[in-house]
T-cell receptor, first 114, second 111 residues
Framework: EDQVTQSPEALRLQEGESSSLNCSYT??????LFWYRQDPGKGPEFLFT???AGEEKEKERLKATLTKKESFLHITAPKPEDSATYLC???????????????FGEGTQLTVNP | DAGITQSPRYKITETGRQVTLMCHQT?????MFWYRQDLGHGLRLIYY???????DKGEVPDGYVVSRSKTENFPLTLESATRSQTSVYFC??????????FGDGTRLSIL
């Protein structure tokens, strides 16, 4: 059974204070790891897909990295508008020809104070 | 505007009633998904569809029914609502092996 565990559950930062969110996963063959951002009252918004260990993706103040067991979402010099819940999800290789299903973690709720 | 829309945004109903949540996407994506999001559980897949007239169960399908007669629509029906089905429901769509894109959800309360 595929599993995704995110830590910490909640994180409070001061504006400009860099940090990282963790996503640990267990999957029988990883096809892709996905990061989403979710604002209150909204649906998840796609950020990145990572496919292989060592891969990195960047978008503004966010950088996602991937190893064989976990992914990190690094937030550099965050701003209050980065406050949101960040979700991690994995897609198993078997889904490539079947359902394209994802398994989600419970998310990290990030608050950035001005 | 292109995108994925869910309706209604909010719904209150009583136990035992039938309720249908609607999902419509304008991208012509082949895959569509229904999730529920609850504290302590995160997003859990209820049902998904790979194409019109093709549906399959996800992690938590009991008590739900889906249909997909047209590519762009994927309604979710609770045939006899129970309090345990109080949740926020999200619909998503994607092409095969592409990122899923989500609607803004339906907040459903069952009294």
């Amino acid at each position: 059974e595929d599993q995704v565990t995110q830590s910490p559950e909640a994180l409070r930062l001061q504006e400009g204070e860099s940090s990282s969110l963790n996503c640990s996963y267990t999957v029988s063959g990883l096809r892709g790891l996905f990061w989403y951002r979710q604002d209150p009252g909204k649906g998840p918004e796609f950020l990145f897909t990572l496919y292989s260990a060592g891969e990195e993706k960047e978008k503004e103040r966010l950088k996602a990295t991937l190893t064989k067991k976990e992914s990190f979402l690094h937030i550099t010099a965050p701003k209050p508008e980065d406050s949101a819940t960040y979700l991690c999800a994995v897609q198993a290789s078997r889904e490539e020809t079947s359902g394209s299903r994802l398994t989600f973690g419970e998310g990290t709720q990030l608050t950035v104070n001005p | 505007d292109a995108g994925i829309t869910q309706s209604p945004r909010y719904k209150i109903t009583e136990t035992g009633r039938q309720v249908t949540l609607m999902c419509h996407q304008t991208w012509s994506h082949s895959y569509m998904f229904w999730y529920r999001q609850d504290l302590g559980h995160g997003l859990r897949l209820i049902y998904y569809s790979a194409a019109a007239d093709i549906t399959d169960k996800g992690e938590v399908p009991d008590g739900y029914v889906v249909s997909r007669s047209k590519t762009e629509n994927f309604p979710l029906t609770l045939e006899s609502a129970t309090r345990s089905q109080t949740s926020v429901y999200f619909c998503a769509s994607s092409d095969r092996n592409q990122p899923q894109h989500f609607g803004d959800g339906t907040r459903l309360s069952i009294l």
